[in-house]
């Protein structure tokens, strides 16, 4: 490694994605500067294009937008569009990244994404968005909500289209001058500490299959095309219609496992998110129209996740989707209707055919020759799919110091594990780049603030055209000059863009000059734009609370487009009510709170071990606690797997290097007894054998395990030859090759006392557990005989390859269904029953032994930890964290994190990643002596409280507390919802900046200039 | 028994598990003063550190509740058939500061009963050490036509005697009793009963809670040997009570749209009397008689000229539509705010209709379940989909 003093506090993540975004907030929160190098023209990637996720339905872009909006005003992200990386070469700590950026002809800082220069754009291309499905210029916006909100020019267009011909009109109607025809390719030099790769995959092609006709049938579409067809920002606006003839389908057939599991083409391995998406697709498909009828075609229904069985049951139970399991062998189009016929073979193994009016190919995600010759080229190991190849002790780790991975690029996988892996990948990165933490990173400063409080009301309206986005439908001057009629406004004004920068010189002018205390601004949505004016207010020496918006676009000219003087009038309206409220602005102070740079990990075994150490190696002292005599939880129950990872020296050597970290204290035995406190904030007391301790920290992080689930079906316990797959592994791990005897017979039943009303969850492991002790015993004596009954095998990613290994080595899968579960019959010997569905039998199996896989089951005492920290649990009483997509690892409540199998069951691997996830989130915190939140926060009136805890029910961040018959909000944990002011009948509890008297005033405005003032002036 | 834990509010019983019944012997067939004779006794005992229970006021007039802890002063009156004020409200104002240290002994109808269960989930009661005698009620009369009753029996009298008889009070009852949700205080720790009895002769005492069998210990009493009559007379006055309510509200229910409500509180004085016998409103100070709604004189005539005239006092519409947003999930249809009312206006004419279907929408039944949240509280993600669209 080199000399520390040539190390750059900076990272580069390559890839936008949902992957590169989390990881880049991560980094930038902890006090490192970021580069984002993403190859279109905006950041996003694949969950941007979706519809909705599961298994919550969310709306994909309205969970996603936020993070995009933050990345894009983070102080520490530099975002770099249409960029790919050409090289890496240095050393960890100091690293040059070489990219080769594509112009965009269009200036970032100067567009301010109006879309005149769309309108007038001549040439129409495919939008790769829409996968085609639809058009758009070739002057275009990636997509509605792109970050860079900015527009670009396509001058090469496809192998069918002509891109942009230079024609110049879209520069002739630019009203901020922002495009130029002229710019050229940049070589970019980029300086960095570290490289994460979050590049994703590749959708799976089906062209190659061409049996599923897709591109020769129109109504053949792939799963990612038919998310845009769901989209309300899709092609057909979120009706559901079929390519062909844009007429409503009533039958829609999903095809499971294109591209994936399938050894024909290569992709042995699943894809792993597409059992899932096609079920929220078909739910979807259903809500949107009731007379849908969804068929998904399936080989197994792989629902391993946190409440993924749930979700597949309301699939079927609730929406009535039609599961039938089943292999495809052709599609075939009816040349006139252009419905498809469907043939395939039923689980009898009966050839059947059903016509349909759509079907979907339900494509996995796959590696290419250019994302293989990239990685070649980026000098990072292969693994035999092609995928980045992955340390499973460590991984989102490789082999070149300072380059970390994670997402889709180390194996296809779902949002909120990406999500998790980008944490890891970003806690590992803040870890190497410890001692440059903070050097990259400029804080600004800001004039003196204005004292406004002896003056009275001086009000700026600032109305914007928006180019022609607001001019062109409404009548702008009319709307200024009644502006100036207001009470309270002493100057008004016009700008062509009100967020541009040299407007924002103007406001500031304007401010000074007319000694404005007020600002309005009457422009878009202070969703995206509020950060943009509030700044600008604080350059110019005014508090940023005492700025107002009226969204005049979204309200006014885009949804009236057609009815000018209407639109015209309520624009007024708007800005009446606007600046009535702007009259009872107070200043605010944003919230700052001390932060003690300590940790709390509950739990010792690998995701507590892991994030105690992730933690301590960013510099910050950690307590580990363990009730157990020593650390490692179930870690020390495993004794081999089939990665061949040495799972014991893994435990070893963690253990290890936990004990002899200088800023890791373990108390063993121990248990935490109290804790008192918020984030940043936190006085716990903790049980240990020597007497209770105290330990002042900032922030928690929940690993306590699970428990396995002992069985009482199959006379466990009561015979010795029916064993768990634990038990087994133990005893395997220590049987020699000549204790199995020929013919030995071993039947292992999945799902015991599992996935059932009971249980009704998947606890992910078992099927893997049982693989590993079946292939061990072959290996042990090949001429012993496994059975292995099973109802889906979980064998998701590349654990498919284990399956397969399984099969060839003569391991029997039997499959069975849930409501005929496997039958013991003890006679002289054991007996198995069990109905095959393919055969239509019912078969018996002597055997020997029975092994039953049973899952893992949350902890008896969750409950009691979930209490005390005022953290949820969910149905199933595992560790519920604050969303499920986007934030897997953070609780709803501040300062609070989870990982490992208290979440929900996983692997190792898993564990791992989600407590380096962890580790990363609660630094973002610890990396700052302050924690700083904004000040619109609740606050209580005394006097008019009664103390009725209706706030304390509904304030979903657990900031509200009762004492002395009050109530009382941390203002630290406060995120300004709003819900205790909508929920408290006294009108005690208030929003800062949304008081009822600023609410008041403002419907007030709007009911008296009803019937006067705005339909009287007139131009 | 179930006995369920609340934070901070000591235990509430529920009455559907039953312990052994007992019975109180009627002396000289003088219902009240047998009554008052086990009252007396449980002061005696120590076993309560105060009664609150219905005591006639000197003239005879009225029935009021009265905090006694002198047995010798305790003439008590658990039948009067009137409610004057709300017996929750005051439990609320006793015990909102801090929960008793003794017991006390609280004689309430089951309306009331309702109305505390109410309060105590908003927090508004501590029924700690509370003990709840609750008392089958045959219906109160108003309080303005109760001290020159028509009749020339006592209004206690006569109701009793009525009972016995079987024989009409309808056309005494307040609207509110003749549509009452259940007469039986199945909520109380302990319920004197007198459906299915002959109150000349025996009460029933019913023990609900442990609560109620620790107040009751070392009193004399019989063991009841048959509960089927008062079964079948609960079903029965249950059963008569619902339809007098399905009827009331089919009859009634007819106020619709913005002028039929102007209409009907027309005759409002802005008094806000409503608002202050409520046993279920609880803020400190209403916003209603808070500074919010004074306006600038220019504003009062901009009403005024938006329409060429404007009734005074304003906002008396949104007065009563935001107490009726804030009351009826948890109303108990004591009928308290209608009994109040200086112009007479037939409250329960709209609280009722409005009340039922809002808690149908939320099954949410006030006041009997302790453990149930109001509805204000949860958050239901799948709830309402249909508001908001299209």
Not at chain 1, 927 to 952: H, I, L, P, R
Not at chain 2, 339 to 368: H, R, T, W
Request: charged share 25%.
């Amino acid at each position: 490694m080199g000399k520390k003093s040539d190390w750059i506090g900076a990272v580069a993540v390559i890839g936008g994605g949902i992957t590169g975004i989390q990881a880049s907030l991560d980094l930038a929160d902890m006090g490192f500067k970021v580069y984002i190098i993403e190859r279109t023209p905006a950041i996003g990637g694949i969950m941007a294009q979706l519809d909705k996720t599961f298994p919550t339905n969310d709306c994909s872009m309205c969970i996603l937008s936020p993070k995009l909006v933050d990345c894009g005003r983070h102080e520490n992200i530099e975002i770099i569009t249409n960029t790919e990386v050409q090289g890496i070469k240095g050393k960890p700590g100091n690293l040059i990244v070489k990219a080769l950026k594509k112009p965009r002809y269009v200036d970032l800082e100067l567009c301010t994404s109006c879309g005149d220069c769309a309108e007038v754009c001549p040439i129409s291309l495919p939008n790769e968005f829409d996968h085609g499905l639809s058009e758009r210029k070739a002057i275009y916006k990636y997509y509605p909500q792109a970050i860079p909100n900015a527009y670009v020019v396509d001058k090469e267009g496809d192998e069918e289209h002509r891109g942009c011909i230079d024609c110049g009109k879209c520069v002739e109607v630019c009203k901020a001058g922002a495009i130029n025809h002229d710019e050229k390719a940049e070589n970019l030099k980029i300086n960095v500490g570290a490289v994460i790769f979050a590049t994703g995959a590749q959708p799976f092609d089906p062209i190659i299959k061409r049996e599923f006709g897709y591109k020769q049938f129109d109504n053949v579409v792939t799963s990612l095309e038919f998310e845009r067809i769901l989209s309300p920002s899709g092609p057909f606006m979120g009706k559901i219609m079929r390519p062909s003839d844009q007429k409503e389908p009533k039958k829609i057939a999903w095809v499971q496992c294109v591209g994936s599991r399938d050894k024909s083409i290569g992709n042995e391995y699943c894809s792993a998110m597409c059992c899932m998406y096609t079920a929220k697709e078909a739910i979807i498909a259903k809500e949107h129209d009731s007379n849908i009828q969804p068929t998904v075609f399936y080989i197994d229904v792989r629902s391993f996740g946190k409440d993924f069985d749930k979700y597949i049951e309301q699939a079927k139970k609730e929406h009535g989707i039609r599961y039938v399991r089943s292999r495809l062998s052709e599609i075939v189009e009816n040349k006139k209707s252009k419905n498809l016929l469907v043939r395939y073979e039923d689980e009898a193994g009966e050839l059947r055919e059903e016509t349909f009016d759509l079907v979907v190919l339900s494509i996995g995600l796959c590696t290419t020759e250019a994302r293989e010759a990239f990685m070649k080229k980026m000098g990072l190991e292969r693994n035999e799919f092609g995928f980045v190849q992955a340390n499973p002790q460590d991984p989102v780790t490789v082999a070149q110091p300072g380059v970390f991975i994670a997402g889709s690029f180390i194996e296809p996988k779902d949002i909120p594990e990406s999500v998790m892996q980008a944490s890891a990948a970003a806690s590992k990165a803040a870890a190497l780049l410890r001692s440059v933490r903070g050097t990259l990173v400029k804080e600004k400063t800001y004039p003196l603030e204005k004292d406004v409080s002896q003056q009275d009301p001086r009000t700026g309206v600032f109305v914007c055209d928006c180019g022609i986005n607001i001019s062109g439908y409404l009548d702008v001057p009319n709307v200024v000059k009644f502006a100036q009629s207001l009470d309270s406004v002493v100057y008004a004004e016009e700008n062509i863009y009100t967020c541009s920068q040299d407007t924002q010189k103007k406001i500031a002018e304007a401010i000074k000059k007319h000694d404005l205390n007020r600002v309005v601004v009457a422009a878009c949505t202070p969703r995206t734009h509020e950060p943009v004016f509030k700044r600008g207010l604080k350059e110019a020496g005014l508090n940023p609370y005492l700025l107002e918006m009226a969204n005049i676009r979204e309200q006014c000219s885009w949804v009236h487009m057609n009815e000018q003087e209407k639109a015209t009038e309520k624009a007024k309206r708007l800005i009446a009510m606007s600046v009535a409220k702007a009259r009872l602005l107070q200043p605010l102070s944003d919230i700052e709170i001390d932060v003690t740079q300590k940790a709390l990990v509950i739990g010792g075994g690998a995701s507590g071990m892991t994030a105690a150490l992730s933690i301590a190696d960013q510099g910050f002292e950690t307590v580990l606690v363990e009730r157990e005599p020593s650390l490692g939880g179930k870690l020390n129950n495993i004794f081999y797997n089939l990665e061949d990872t040495d799972v014991q020296k893994f435990l070893t050597d963690t253990r290890e290097k936990v004990q002899n970290h200088e800023l890791i204290r373990i108390y063993t035995n121990s248990t935490v007894k109290n804790i008192e406190g918020y984030v940043g904030n936190y006085e716990t007391v903790i049980e240990t054998p020597k007497g209770e301790k105290e330990f002042n920290h900032g922030v928690v992080i929940v690993t306590v395990g699970t428990e396995e689930h002992m069985p009482k079906a199959y006379h466990y316990g009561e015979d010795p030859r029916v064993l768990t797959q634990r038990e087994l592994e133990e005893k395997l791990s220590s049987t020699m090759p000549e204790e199995i005897q020929n013919g030995e017979t071993y039947v292992m039943i999945q799902c015991v006392e599992s996935r059932d009303d009971d249980k009704p969850y998947c606890s992910r492991v078992c099927c893997m557990q049982a693989l590993k002790n079946a292939i061990k015993l072959k290996d042990l004596n090949p001429r012993s005989e496994v059975f292995i009954l099973y109802r889906d095998m979980m064998t998701y990613g590349f654990k498919e390859r284990y399956y397969n290994e399984a099969r060839e080595k003569g391991i029997m899968f039997l499959q069975y269904n849930k409501d005929r579960k496997p039958e013991l019959i003890m006679e002289s010997s054991m007996v198995v029953k069990t109905y095959e569905p393919t055969m239509q039998e019912v078969l018996k199996i002597p055997t020997h032994h029975l092994v039953l896989s049973t899952g893992l089951k949350p902890r008896s005492d969750n409950e009691e930890i979930a209490k005390m920290l005022k953290v949820p649990l969910n149905a199933d009483g595992f560790f519920l964290e604050a969303h499920v997509k986007l934030r897997p690892v953070d609780f709803s409540t501040e300062g609070m994190f989870v990982a490992g199998t208290c979440h929900s069951p996983k692997f190792i691997t898993e564990s791992i990643f989600q407590a380096y996830a962890a580790a990363s989130r609660a630094c973002t915190l610890l990396s700052q002596d302050k924690y700083k939140t904004e000040a619109n926060v609740s606050s209580v009136n005394e006097e008019m409280c009664s103390g009725c805890g209706f706030c304390v029910s509904v304030c979903p961040f657990s900031a509200i507390e009762l004492g002395e018959g009050k109530a009382k909000v941390n203002e630290a944990l406060c995120k300004g919802c709003g819900s205790c002011a909508g929920v408290c009948p006294s009108g005690a509890m208030e929003q800062k900046g949304f008081k009822s008297d600023q609410l008041y005033a403002m419907i007030d405005v709007y009911l008296t200039e009803e019937d006067k003032t705005c339909l009287k002036i007139k131009k | 028994m179930v006995q369920i834990r609340l934070q901070n509010i000591g235990t509430f019983s529920m009455g559907d598990i039953k312990m052994t019944d007992k019975v109180l012997k009627v002396k000289n067939g003088d219902t009240v003063a047998s009554v008052n004779d086990l009252l007396k006794e449980l002061l005696k005992s120590k076993k309560v550190q105060a009664l609150l229970v219905m005591q006639e006021v000197p003239s005879k007039a009225m029935s009021f509740p009265v905090l006694i802890s002198d047995p010798d002063k305790l003439n008590s009156n658990v039948f009067a058939p009137v409610l004057p004020v709300s017996t929750a409200t005051i439990i609320s104002k006793i015990t909102k500061v801090e929960s008793a240290s003794k017991p006390i002994g609280v004689v309430m109808r089951s309306c009331q009963i309702r109305a505390l269960v109410e309060l105590v989930k908003l927090n508004q009661a501590n029924i700690e050490n509370i003990v709840i005698i609750g008392v089958d009620c045959l219906g109160t009369f108003p309080v303005n036509t109760y001290s020159d009753f028509p009749e020339k029996a006592t209004p206690t009298e006569f109701i009793l005697d009525s009972f016995k008889k079987k024989s009409d009070v309808v056309k005494y009852l307040r609207s509110a009793c003749y549509t009452c949700k259940d007469p039986i205080p199945s909520n109380a720790d302990i319920i004197i009963g007198l459906y299915g009895m002959d109150p000349q002769k025996e009460l029933l005492i019913q023990i609900n809670s442990k609560k109620g069998k620790k107040l009751l210990e070392g009193i004399q009493l019989e063991v009841s040997k048959d509960t089927n009559d008062r079964e079948k007379a609960i079903k029965r006055i249950r059963e008569e009570k619902a339809k007098n309510r399905m009827e009331f509200i089919k009859d009634k229910s007819n106020i619709k749209g913005i002028d039929a409500l102007a209409k009907f509180f027309d005759k409002c004085v802005n008094c806000h009397n409503c608002m202050k016998v409520c046993p279920i409103c609880y803020c400190r100070e209403c916003l209603f008689e808070s500074s919010v709604f004074d306006l600038e004189v220019n504003k009062y005539i901009g009403k005024a000229e938006k329409k060429g005239l404007f009734k005074m006092p304003s906002d008396s519409l949104l007065f009563h539509t935001t107490r009726m947003n804030h009351m009826v999930v948890s109303c108990v249809g004591c009928g308290l705010c209608e009994q109040a009312c200086p112009s007479d206006i037939p409250l329960m004419e709209i609280i009722i209709p409005i009340g039922e279907n809002v808690q149908k929408e939320f099954e949410y039944n006030p006041g009997s379940d302790i453990e149930k949240k109001v509805p204000m509280v949860i958050y239901k993600e799948d709830e309402y989909q249909e508001v908001g669209e299209k």
